[in-house]
């Protein structure tokens, strides 16, 4: 799944591109601990709601076959 993250702050706005989800929400998430307003959108530009990303995410880990 490709997605951007997508932020503005102090220094300006940030544009970048992932296929990790789990990549983006940790992403998303230090933006926002340093003072950026930070959203991920799909290619599209639609919203990605976080909560499910996250939900995603753990299920596919949970999916994961044990090594």
């Known amino acids: 799944m490709s997605m951007f ?3 503005d702050g102090p220094s300006g ?27 991920i959108e799909d290619t599209n ?8 990303l996250k939900i995603a995410i753990r299920s596919r880990h949970e999916e994961a076959p044990s090594s």
């Open 5 to 7: 993250v997508k932020a």
């Open 13 to 39: 706005r940030a544009k970048i591109h992932s296929d990790e989800p789990k990549q983006a929400l940790g992403l998303a998430q230090y933006l926002r601990a340093i003072g950026y307003s930070a959203r």
């Open 45 to 52: 530009g639609n919203a990605i709601d976080e909560k499910a």
